[in-house]
């Protein structure tokens, strides 16, 4: 492969080499079979393009506003954790090439970087994942310090009751650190800062995953949708719900006072054979009625595939895997040139489909298989 990527898929691969096995598994892999993670992907591609000509498009701008901040892009850094795995410096490259890119970045509440640490680093406009632990003071906690530190939402993810069956990561005793010839100096404790004083940082099973053993350990599987109400009375900031499928749930999200929906699987690492996230968007979007913003993650690999979440309704695309291999691959670096190829991408995207602003994008200017077999 060239040295440098040209798209971000090439990454994966640069990632691949860079990290001990265990970690690369750990960021790449899906539940079970491993369905949705490819169908993620795959629903893209069988969405086409109805592009307009004839169109003035010498200026493009991807600008737009998220939760009435404006940035540069419809694209946001999805939450995703223990980037010291990838990177020595963690959280805090990631949040720099945000803060660079000017995008949001969504910190995961098991980051291991503190949400202090990741605040003082630099400007980036920054939201802050949680899970509900049955501890739920812990979580408020969290939620305060966050709200201290700057953050300026909540994104509740609430498709992890429990944690799915991660095969890879059972059978690399995920968490263990084992002496691995050529790795050995980058293999370290995964450590959740934030816990510090507070819980355990880390869990040490002797058979399969460490990382599951924490997420039975601390995971409120009780959790429910009479509880929006109680992190509602302990926040102002605004509460995002992510994991969100279904048109039912949607309503209920709107219902429970969600500023904003995410629709996602977990990136598959949840439930599998789920519906790959951009085939029920819509769904979700139609049942929102315009009252919240709706957006998405899952399988979005190209500025194209950002296009497509714009024309069916989501108002920006969260990037996951993609942002840990840039990160794992080259750093600070790294995370900056997967956000930038993908505003590129996107950028000309908008350019050949005769759309020179976010807003120009409608649902006219693509057509899924549905639509096509009718
Ligand atoms: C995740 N995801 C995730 N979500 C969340 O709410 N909190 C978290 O801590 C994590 N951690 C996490 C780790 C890793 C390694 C991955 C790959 C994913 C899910 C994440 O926010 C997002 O939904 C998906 O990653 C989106 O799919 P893609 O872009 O990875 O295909």
């Known amino acids: 492969m060239a040295e440098d990527p040209v798209n971000v898929n090439e990454y994966q691969e640069l990632a691949r080499q860079a990290l001990p096995k265990m970690y690369y598994d750990f960021y790449a892999g899906g539940a079970e079979d491993q369905y949705t993670l490819k169908e993620n992907v795959e629903a893209f591609r069988r969405i086409m393009f109805r592009p307009r000509v004839l169109i003035d498009v010498s200026k493009i701008s991807l600008s737009t506003t998220i939760l009435g901040y404006n940035v540069s892009a419809p694209i946001m850094i999805a939450p995703t954790s223990m980037h010291k795995l990838a990177h020595p410096e963690g959280e805090v490259a990631t949040a ?16 291991m970087c503190t949400v202090e640490e990741v605040a003082s680093s630099c400007d980036a406009i920054r939201f802050f994942q949680i899970y509900v632990y049955k501890r739920r003071d812990i979580t408020a906690q969290l939620v305060r310090r966050a709200e201290r530190s700057g953050y300026k939402a909540i994104v509740l993810t609430v498709d992890v009751p429990r944690l799915g069956k991660r095969e890879a990561d059972i059978k690399n005793n995920l968490g263990t650190v084992k002496l691995s010839l050529s790795f050995y100096d980058r293999m370290i404790q995964p450590q959740l800062k934030n816990f510090e004083g507070l819980l355990p940082t880390q869990v040490v099973s002797d058979e399969g995953s460490n990382f599951k ?8 599987a009780s959790l429910s949708w009479k509880d929006i109400g109680w992190l509602r009375s302990i926040t102002k900031l605004p509460i995002l719900i992510k994991g969100v499928l279904t048109h039912e749930d949607a309503i209920k999200a709107v219902e429970a006072g969600a500023a904003g929906i995410v629709v996602s699987n977990h990136g598959a690492r949840q439930l599998d054979h789920t519906p790959a996230t951009i085939s029920v968007l819509e769904e979700v979007v139609h049942a929102v009625k315009g009252k919240v913003p709706v957006f998405v993650d899952g399988g979005v690999r190209r500025g194209t595939d950002i296009f497509k979440a714009l024309a069916l309704g989501a108002q920006a695309v969260l990037i996951g895997r993609p942002v840990v291999y840039g990160l794992a691959a080259k750093g600070e670096t790294g995370v900056r040139r997967v956000t930038e190829m993908l505003k590129d991408e996107l950028e000309l995207t908008m350019a050949l489909s005769g759309c020179p602003t976010i807003k120009d994008i409608t649902r006219g200017h693509v057509i899924t298989d549905r639509e096509r077999l009718q």
Do not use: F, G, P
């Open 96 to 111: 720099r090439a945000a803060a660079a890119c000017n995008v949001i970045m969504i910190v995961s509440y098991s980051s």
């Open 213 to 220: 053993a924490y997420a039975d350990l601390t995971l409120d």
